[in-house]
């Protein structure tokens, strides 16, 4: 016998007597007790929802709804070489796509933030995925005299999209503690690279399928939807910090200029927020540049032609969108595992192994410029280990904040980690490298040699940007435990 929380009776449940609540709470040995009654049919539909409503499932969907949350941003990656021609369009012009959407992103992600510490997270994320899929796909259909609606769609996405990013991990936190939520906010945090690839495929694929590029933005949206719907139907929604403090009390949720002052003063949010806007500078960069620059290394070893007619050719989007799907795979998998293994040997382990992962990385990302001129094979190489490297501190990151950040102020602290990361990473860097591009070219704009040198030179900045991260999660390792000790007294 199975009793819902309004008293009745649910017929069909195992022999062993439970009590099946919301947050997941149950009681054993429960007698049968002549105030219940049988339940109505849509008491029961109800209760067979509860019963899916489990923590490993809602994570499963939350994962599911974050791939396409990826996917979705850099489908445009993926045929961006035709984009440019279709719109006819620079490079500075064409990073500009991605600049705008990460500044809707990063705007919108403080409000979310507030919103998911005090109303409905599940609803405010199944209305925030319907609407970046429509948005997504009406964009498909704007005509190339209409660019600067083609950009101001890709801010309305970011919106939608940012509404996902800022609310969903902290549904994971409140259901999963210590090393199970390590382990949940791996695979959920795989989704990053995992959906980035997919991506790049997806939008490779759909337009070489269709022969035109405008059906890469079609399919997302559907599959979109769908997660909206299993999120509304099957994600519970449970109590903020039940998973820290089961059967405690938490203190009274404070306003949020108390927050973010709280927020300022943590000094493990403060640096490793900084140094996750050093990773986001890196892959916002990567994730449209580097199949640009791989075509034009191949154009000057003349194994491949310069695109003056669409389709142009998908082959390096599809490499590398494989290559991210692996990394980022191997990346959110051995970080886990390294940070299970040297929690045993420092407490600190979490922003240790984020620091050496980092440098390790500048150092691959380095020598993808010096191979590239030689080979393409190395070059890809060379991208697999750095980005393996590079995707290793995502979820850890995550995990870090959920250390040091109470529960009713970690969507605010998520939203604002976003924010910051998205302001001085992600929002800029696309559009940097581009605009660098644009300007080291103007002396050679013919020269097809100095189109591919230029690029490179361009985007040599991130390898910078990236050894600067490291540092910030070496200072993080410094405060790390005095922050998670404070967090766990409040």
């Given at each position: ?29 429960l ?32 994962s ?9 941003r ?5 045929v ?129 399928a269709a ?45 949020w200029?108390?927050d ?10 403060v ?20 199949p ?20 142009c ?41 984020c ?34 490297l ?29 924010f ?21 070219q ?49």
């Open positions: 016998m199975c009793v819902e929380s309004d008293g009745c009776e649910i017929e069909g449940c195992s022999s062993s007597d439970e009590v099946h609540t919301l947050s997941r709470s149950m009681s054993t040995n007698k049968s007790n002549p105030d219940l009654h049988p339940c109505k049919p849509g008491q029961k539909f109800r209760a067979a929802l509860l019963r899916c409503r489990s923590p490993t499932a809602a994570a499963g969907i939350l599911f709804g974050n791939v396409l949350n990826y996917m979705d850099y489908t445009v990656a993926g961006l070489l035709d984009i440019q021609r279709h719109f006819s369009v620079s490079d500075s012009g064409a990073g500009l796509l991605q600049t705008v959407f990460i500044c809707s992103f990063m705007v919108a992600a403080p409000i979310f933030g507030y919103l998911g510490d005090r109303f409905n997270r599940k609803v405010i994320l199944s209305c925030g995925i319907f609407f970046w899929s429509a948005v997504t796909l009406l964009s498909s259909f704007i005509t190339k005299e209409y660019y600067w609606l083609f950009v101001l769609s890709r801010g309305l996405v970011g919106i939608g999209e940012s509404s996902y990013s800022s609310i969903s991990p902290t549904i994971i936190g409140d259901l999963f503690t210590n090393n199970s939520r390590t382990i949940m906010l791996s695979v959920f945090y795989l989704a990053i690279p995992l959906g980035s690839g997919l991506g790049y495929i997806l939008g490779s694929s759909a337009k070489d022969g035109d590029w405008h059906w890469a933005l079609r399919v997302s949206p559907v599959l979109g939807m769908t997660a909206g719907a299993l999120i509304f139907l099957f994600v519970p929604e449970p109590k903020r910090g039940s998973a820290d403090q089961p059967g405690g009390r938490l203190r009274t949720r404070t306003s200029v108390c973010m002052k709280a927020l300022g003063k943590n000094r493990s949010y640096f490793s927020s900084l140094a996750s806007s050093a990773v986001s500078f890196a892959t916002g960069a990567f994730g449209i540049w580097i640009q620059y791989l075509f034009r290394a191949q154009v000057v070893q003349k194994t491949a032609h310069s695109c003056t007619e669409q389709p050719s998908s082959k390096d989007s599809l490499i590398f969108g494989a290559i991210t799907c692996v990394t980022g795979l191997l990346g959110v998998v051995i970080g886990a595992a390294t940070t299970r293994f040297c929690r045993q040997k420092t407490e600190r382990a979490d922003p240790l192994v620091a050496v992962s980092m440098l390790g990385s500048a150092i691959f990302v380095c020598l993808i410029f010096v191979v590239a001129k030689m080979s393409i094979v190395g070059a890809y190489i060379c991208i697999f280990i750095g980005e393996t590079l995707f290793l501190n995502w979820a850890i990151t995550a995990d870090i904040l959920m250390y040091v950040v109470i529960p009713t102020r970690r969507a605010t602290a998520v939203a604002f980690q976003s910051t990361s998205h302001l001085l990473g992600d929002a800029g860097s696309p559009y940097l490298i581009g605009l660098i591009s644009d300007a080291l103007e002396s050679y704009a013919t020269s097809v040699l100095w189109q591919f040198l230029s690029l490179g030179y361009a985007l040599m900045l991130c390898p910078f940007v990236i050894v600067l991260g490291g540092m910030f999660f070496l200072i993080t390792a410094l405060f790390f435990l005095d922050d998670r000790d404070k967090a766990e007294k409040q």
